[in-house]
């Protein structure tokens, strides 16, 4: 009877709330795996290098796809320095993600080093890494099979040039297509038409030549008789200018006819009487003609021309031979003309290229500023400075990362007894004077203790130096500078008055004093240059974008 019971209890069950309860059973797991905490772990190639030689340091992130992860980030690492940091897998697996970062980690220093614990921030939650320890080995030499040299001499470096060969190969291109078009145009002897080639030709066979092109002429047939009798009348009055040397366009008839009588009476003339009247003739019927309105047959007019072309003749038959003398006037007379064409082709020429110059310089001053195009025409220090071949290097240890117009020249400082007490190594490179119109310098100062710079008196020793080299009236600020790669200094920077004191001429100063440094070791970057002056400031901007310091001695 009790077992009967039993079952009789587990039959009156409800059923909804036995699906209830088996539902729940199911989505238990699925709700324990979406709030699982993420999974960090961490992995090292190796534990121990040689100097110079490179770790890879893995960290995985194994978390929810929706979860917002940040990795370490700079040099987070140290002692060891960060070379890079590689982006690895991203794996997607359903609602979850594997993401891997790989950091190239390096030490130039032998000995045993702790890498602290990293902090991995997943949903701005913190977990930290494990730490680990690194041997960094010397490198092995053997002198007695290397053999051991002198550090060789700082050598001088010739400029590169490439640049001013460009600008000469652009101003020689430039000479070039506009010698080539003043040629084209004006020094060239172009293929003469047919007008000039007429125009060359000597008095009498220009003349024979137009009257046998008005004789083919349309003059007669269209009734042209006006425009017929002015060409025909134009083409003797102008051979006898250049043939007989009379003043023929200008004057009348009569005019015309009394000079011809007087050369005939002089025997500079040999033309008879019947000819000189047969020319007036024509002349009259030709005013008639232009000025009366008269219209001759077209066979008086056919006439008119062959009475002209027979007086062209006899005129030219009647003139004497030219003497010798006079055959040379007449050359020099040509070679003189020909120069005179030569140079108004010249000036023509020269007038042109000036005049290309001038609009080119007023384009330039409209487009660039005057004090641009003036710059680059006349030169200006820190102008080539910027526009120069830029150089990027690293300057002592720890080593100063700089791009700077030029290298940067190591110096020998001299220091104080007391001061070398205290140092244990200073390294020094500059370029330019404090003095002048630009200078950047830098140095790297490693001390004998393991204490945190004096950046204070370190500071205030350089502008003591300042105000020795003739700087007065300085303005000091400061401010916090973060490098390239985010390590954070202090930006010490003003103004000053540098008075010279051997012309006593005054001009505004500014700097930059840039210092960094940690346990046992300070850096330092200084620039000055003048104020107001536009390619100094680029250049400066340049120089501390491109910045960047070790922060491990």
Not at 108 to 117: I, K, M, Q, W
Not at 355 to 381: A, C, H, M, N
Not at 485 to 493: E, P
Not at 495 to 508: A, H, I, Q, V
Request: with cysteine; glycine share 6%; charged share 25%.
């Amino acid at each position: 009877m009790q077992v009967e019971n039993s079952k009789l209890k587990i039959q009156n069950v409800p059923t909804p709330f036995v699906l209830m309860t088996l539902l729940c059973l199911f989505l238990l797991p699925n709700i324990g795996f979406s709030q699982t905490e993420p999974k960090i772990s961490t992995e090292v190639d190796t534990l121990s290098i040689k100097i110079g030689e490179q770790i890879h340091y893995k960290i995985t992130v194994e978390t929810d796809s929706t979860n917002v992860v940040h990795f370490p980030e700079g040099q987070s690492f140290s002692p060891l320095e960060t070379v890079e940091a590689i982006i690895g897998d991203t794996i997607k697996n359903k609602n979850r993600v594997t993401l891997q970062r790989i950091y190239a980690l390096t030490q130039f220093d032998s000995g045993a080093y702790t890498v602290p614990p990293q902090i991995v921030t997943v949903n701005e939650k913190q977990f930290f890494t494990d730490s680990f320890r690194i041997k960094v080995a010397d490198v092995a030499v053997d002198t007695t099979k290397q053999k051991m040299y002198d550090i060789k001499p700082l050598i001088q470096v010739e400029r590169s040039r490439a640049k001013l060969l460009k600008i000469v190969l652009w101003v020689l291109l430039g000479l070039i297509i506009v010698g080539g078009l003043v040629y084209w145009f004006f020094l060239r002897k172009k293929p003469l038409t047919e007008e000039e080639k007429v125009a060359l030709l000597p008095p009498y066979d220009r003349a024979l030549l137009e009257l046998k092109n008005l004789e083919n002429s349309k003059y007669l047939i269209q009734d042209q008789y006006k425009e017929y009798y002015s060409e025909l009348t134009d083409i003797v009055r102008s051979y006898l200018e250049d043939e007989v040397h009379v003043t023929a366009m200008e004057s009348t008839t009569g005019q015309l006819i009394a000079k011809l009588e007087l050369l005939k009476d002089a025997g500079e003339l040999k033309l008879d009487d019947d000819t000189i009247k047969q020319f007036q003739q024509i002349l009259e019927t030709a005013d008639l003609v232009k000025f009366a309105k008269s219209k001759p047959a077209t066979s008086v007019a056919e006439q008119d021309r062959k009475l002209v072309e027979h007086i062209v003749v006899k005129t030219h038959e009647a003139i004497p031979e030219p003497t010798e003398e006079e055959l040379l006037r007449n050359e020099e007379y040509l070679d003189e003309l020909a120069k005179k064409k030569q140079r108004k082709r010249i000036y023509w020429a020269a007038a042109i290229f000036i005049g290309i110059l001038f609009l080119g310089g007023v384009f330039s001053v409209v487009y660039f500023g005057f004090k641009q195009v003036k710059d680059t025409v006349f030169g200006y220090p820190t102008k080539e400075l910027l526009e120069n071949e830029w150089v990027s290097s690293s300057y002592g240890f720890p080593p100063i990362e700089l791009e700077t117009p030029d290298v940067l020249v190591r110096q020998e400082v001299e220091l104080p007894k007391e001061t070398q007490e205290l140092i244990k190594e200073l390294q020094a490179f500059s370029y330019g004077s404090y003095v002048g119109i630009f200078s950047v310098s830098a140095s790297s100062v490693t001390y004998k203790e393991q204490s945190d710079p004096d950046f204070e008196t370190a500071v205030g020793s350089v502008l003591t130096g300042f105000e020795q080299l003739g700087l007065k009236n300085i303005i000091t600020k400061q401010e916090e500078f973060t490098t390239t790669s985010g390590v954070k200094g202090i930006k010490t920077y003003g103004t000053g008055t540098f008075e010279n004191p051997t012309t006593g001429d005054s001009k505004r100063a500014k700097y930059n004093i840039l210092s960094f440094g940690g346990k046992g070791f300070m850096q330092q970057v200084i620039i000055t240059w003048e104020e107001g002056d536009e390619y100094a400031e680029q250049i400066v901007d340049r120089i501390l974008n491109s910045l960047d310091v070790k922060t491990q001695a």
